[in-house]
């Protein structure tokens, strides 16, 4: 379990310290997965890094099954069980991805390594000898350092928006790897998202706004809420009307 207690986020700007997140207070707990959306610039990805310590916590405390890692750095929060897929995954020159899931997981067996890239999706005969490389896709990149992580049999596994930059079949294919993750490992999965593919998994849906916590919900009352929300925009319902028109006004 990681608990967020009253936790604030406040970083240097142009003009001196800027606050970012003001008393968050969450808890996520093992085989679940928690999907935290809002506005651009609310602070969803404030929250990612600063549970993986990329940025210090500035109040508060964060809690990892009991123990205190608020003044821990990112590789003794790596090496206690907790694990960052960044939106951009990073390329290694020269690395093939039999390499990088042996530093991943320690391991040299072959075995281990196939069930892995099968885990993710991915044919191991196709995929261990390759160079990680521009030949990669953006969703190939994606299962491969979910994989990675995958390797570590974390904690706490955190995504920053993890579907950006990959194509629709590839973002098929990472749904279906976070339900594989939830089912077989026994890890809180957290991911940052604004997309229903994803809410649609989340056991828990967190809303962040202005940098602090609107509500928590399921994904059955947050995604009935969108639906009467569009269901009552009447800047849609009067375009529907007129025929999808450009003079279609919003009495909003």
Same mark, same amino acid.
């Given at each position: 379990?990681?608990?967020?207690?009253?936790?604030?986020?406040?970083?240097?700007?142009?003009?001196?310290?800027?606050?970012?997140?003001?008393?968050?207070?969450?808890?996520?707990?093992?085989?679940?997965?928690?999907?935290?959306?809002?506005?651009?610039?609310?602070?969803?990805?404030?929250?990612?890094?600063?549970?993986?310590?990329?940025?210090?916590?500035?109040?508060?405390?964060?809690?990892?099954?009991?123990?205190?890692?608020?003044?821990?750095?990112?590789?003794?929060?790596?090496?206690?069980?907790?694990?960052?897929?960044?939106?951009?995954?990073?390329?290694?020159?020269?690395?093939?991805?039999?390499?990088?899931?042996?530093?991943?997981?320690?391991?040299?067996?072959?075995?281990?390594?196939?069930?892995?890239?099968?885990?993710?999706? %991915?044919? +191991?005969?196709?995929?261990? &000898?390759?160079?990680?490389?521009?030949?990669?896709?953006?969703? !190939?990149?994606? @299962? =491969? *350092?979910?994989?990675?992580?995958?390797?570590?049999?974390?904690?706490?596994?955190?995504?920053?928006?993890?579907?950006?930059?990959?194509?629709?079949?590839?973002?098929?294919?990472?749904?279906?790897?976070?339900?594989?993750?939830?089912?077989?490992?026994?890890?809180?999965?957290?991911?940052?998202?604004?997309?229903?593919?994803?809410?649609?998994?989340?056991?828990?849906?967190? %809303?962040? +706004?202005?940098?602090?916590? &609107?509500?928590?919900?399921?994904?059955?009352?947050?995604?009935? !809420?969108?639906? @009467? =929300? *569009?269901?009552?925009?009447?800047?849609?319902?009067?375009?529907?009307?007129?025929?999808?028109?450009?003079?279609?006004?919003?009495?909003?």
């Amino acid at each position: 379990m990681l608990e967020m207690q009253n936790v604030g986020l406040s970083l240097d700007g142009e003009n001196g310290k800027v606050q970012i997140l003001n008393d968050i207070n969450l808890t996520f707990e093992k085989n679940k997965i928690y999907v935290v959306t809002g506005p651009n610039g609310g602070g969803k990805s404030s929250i990612a890094k600063t549970i993986m310590g990329i940025y210090p916590a500035s109040t508060g405390k964060i809690i990892l099954d009991g123990e205190d890692i608020t003044n821990k750095t990112i590789t003794e929060r790596a090496r206690l069980g907790i694990g960052y897929a960044f939106q951009q995954p990073p390329r290694f020159k020269g690395m093939k991805v039999r390499d990088m899931l042996e530093l991943a997981s320690g391991s040299n067996n072959k075995a281990d390594l196939c069930d892995l890239l099968y885990d993710v999706g %991915l044919c +191991a005969q196709d995929y261990l &000898e390759r160079e990680i490389n521009a030949s990669f896709s953006g969703g !190939e990149l994606k @299962r =491969i *350092e979910i994989a990675s992580i995958l390797a570590r049999n974390l904690k706490v596994a955190v995504f920053d928006e993890p579907e950006a930059g990959i194509d629709l079949w590839s973002f098929q294919k990472l749904t279906e790897t976070f339900i594989n993750l939830n089912q077989k490992y026994n890890t809180a999965i957290v991911i940052i998202s604004h997309q229903e593919r994803i809410l649609r998994l989340a056991d828990q849906v967190v %809303l962040v +706004a202005e940098g602090r916590i &609107e509500e928590i919900t399921s994904r059955e009352k947050f995604l009935a !809420e969108i639906e @009467r =929300i *569009e269901s009552d925009c009447e800047c849609k319902n009067n375009c529907t009307i007129i025929g999808g028109k450009a003079d279609a006004e919003c009495d909003r």
